[in-house]
């Protein structure tokens, strides 16, 4: 399609910013970060070469928002495994299963996430106010009865996370191929790591 076919005609996404976004996912995920650019993107969602530049500045931008959409989907994951677990103590187990699971899912989008956040001087705002971030703390403080201070409760939830992020980031290794199929598969292993780690021993023992 040429440019001038590509700028005179109409739009046919309902929302271009979303299916520039959805389209910058798609080049992550098969070709990888080095494939994506602007012009990928306008010619993989069908539009013009200038078309993106209405809604994004520069391809950082464009990155931000993908990173953007990757934090609220995993929150919604978080949420859900939250909601779905009626016992607080497998509650924080089935948070982190969630948060691995989401992880190997969508390799690139973690590490966009991940990118577009590490030299922040603050969390992105999609890990405040209830976000995923919140969703482990808040967990933490109801198994703990809320009887732990403030710096406690961070200290804990950030442990819990790094925990999270380690397994997210090793569940791929082929050394642990034995040890998942003896416990019966990925999933399994995933909720026996977490079940093993101890670390919230401290704050799920009501005072």
Not at 2 to 22: K, M, N
Not at 179 to 196: D, I, N, S, T, W
Request: proline share 3%; net charge negative.
């Amino acid at each position: 399609m040429s440019t001038a076919t590509a700028e005179s005609r109409p739009y046919h996404h309902g929302d271009l910013s979303r299916a520039l976004v959805d389209a910058a996912r798609k080049i992550l995920e098969t070709d990888g970060p080095a494939a994506l650019s602007l012009r990928a993107v306008a010619r993989e969602a069908g539009v013009s070469p200038a078309a993106p530049y209405h809604h994004f500045k520069d391809k950082a931008e464009l990155l931000e928002a993908v990173a953007h959409e990757g934090w609220h989907e995993l929150d919604l994951a978080l949420s859900t495994a939250r909601a779905s677990t009626p016992d607080a103590r497998a509650r924080m187990t089935n948070l982190g299963v969630a948060y691995v699971c989401f992880a190997r899912d969508n390799p690139a989008l973690y590490r966009v996430m991940y990118d577009r956040s590490r030299d922040k001087d603050a969390l992105p705002d999609q890990l405040k106010d209830d976000g995923a971030y919140c969703q482990v703390r808040n967990t933490i403080d109801e198994n703990a009865g809320g009887h732990v201070s403030d710096i406690d409760l961070e200290l804990a939830t950030i442990a819990a996370w790094c925990a999270g992020h380690g397994l997210a980031e090793m569940i791929g290794f082929k050394q642990f191929a034995s040890l998942k199929a003896q416990l019966g598969g990925e999933e399994a292993f995933l909720r026996a790591v977490f079940e093993h780690l101890g670390m919230f021993a401290k704050f799920t023992e009501k005072a």
